[in-house]
């Protein structure tokens, strides 16, 4: 379990004055409000060290925010990596993805949802922009109907090294940097806020573990950027103290524990094509939720002796 990293300073004080302050970009919290975590890699990879969630509950220690991770891994703003249908064919109905989603955005009933698409989409290169943009569109006008406050996430460039040759880097940094424009558009038509990673991670190396997935570190860094794109409260502790280390961890533990809630290792039998044959793995994942309920108070207890 990731605890006792740190970020570079250079990067972070330029983040500091690249997001310079915006009252329209205030992002302010309620009590016992529920936030979900929702994209590709970027969100699914970010559970296992908890920065961006421990950054946000360090700036409202007595809100009681809750938080839901279902970012998953290859997934696009259409939710192609989402279906179950693997009966039908390897990924199903493409648009049974899409349904699957809607329906757990339903259950989840968020109040704040955190978006970060347009890293797989942009393998399409330019031809794809447009399908993005109105895929991205699309998606919007879903989560819109269950969720009022929604937060678009840029995409964020590959880095050099790593044994990747630099003509390849550019030519994907400059295709990256324009899904990241095309984000940045859709949030502006929508009025939601947006958060811009790619200038930031624009300015140096050294955040990722192979060139396009953030290391620890690297999520450290993305999580100071949106805290002071949206303007939150600085952390009433210092984002390396002991006592946010231990935080963190628990955060981390709630975490894992709600990922094999949702995304259960026998999911075939569960939710999938197999769901018939035994039925009673149908009612294992709910038996985790008491668990769940216990870090989460556990967070709370931590927060609140802050």
């Keep these: 379990m990731r605890s006792n990293h740190t970020a570079k300073l250079p990067l972070l004080l330029l983040v500091m ?3 310079a302050c915006n009252s329209e ?9 529920k936030v979900v975590f929702l994209g590709n890699a970027f969100f699914e990879n970010a559970f296992e060290n908890g920065e961006i969630e421990t950054r946000i509950s360090l700036s409202f ?3 009681n925010i809750t938080f839901r991770n279902i970012g998953w ?3 696009n703003v259409f939710a192609h990596a989402r279906t179950r249908a693997r009966g039908g064919g390897r990924f199903g109905d493409p648009d049974h993805g899409f349904g699957i989603l809607a329906q757990q955005i339903s259950e ?3 109040d704040k949802i955190f978006i970060a698409y347009g890293f797989n989409e942009s393998f399409e290169d330019e031809a794809g922009l447009d399908a993005y943009s109105n895929g ?5 006008e879903m ?4 969720c009022s406050e929604l937060v678009l996430i840029s995409t964020f460039p590959m880095e050099q090294g790593f044994g990747i040759p630099t003509a390849h880097i550019t030519n994907r940094n400059q295709m990256l940097e324009k899904y990241a424009v095309a984000t940045k558009e859709q949030a502006l038509k929508s009025g939601y806020r947006y958060v811009d990673l790619f200038t930031a991670f624009s300015q140096e190396n050294g955040y990722t573990r192979n060139g396009i997935h953030l290391s620890a ?6 999580a100071a950027v949106i805290a002071n794109d949206l303007e939150l409260p600085a952390p009433v502790v210092k984002i390396d103290s002991e006592k946010a280390n231990e935080i963190r961890n628990t955060i981390v533990k709630k975490n894992t524990l709600f990922f094999h809630r949702w995304r259960p290792r026998n999911d075939a039998f569960v939710y999938g094509e197999r769901k018939d044959e035994q039925r009673i793995a149908q009612e294992e994942p709910a038996q985790i939720e008491p668990f769940i309920s216990q870090q989460e108070a556990a967070i709370q207890s931590l927060l609140m002796e802050l």
């Design 217 to 222: 570190d690297g999520y450290r860094v993305a």
């Design 143 to 146: 989560l819109s109907q269950h």
């Design 136 to 140: 991205l569109n699309k998606l919007l």
């Design 61 to 63: 220690p007595d809100k």
């Design 17 to 19: 004055l690249l997001n």
């Design 25 to 33: 970009e205030v992002l302010n919290f309620k009590q016992d409000e």
């Design 108 to 110: 989840l009933n968020p």
């Design 73 to 75: 891994s290859g997934d």
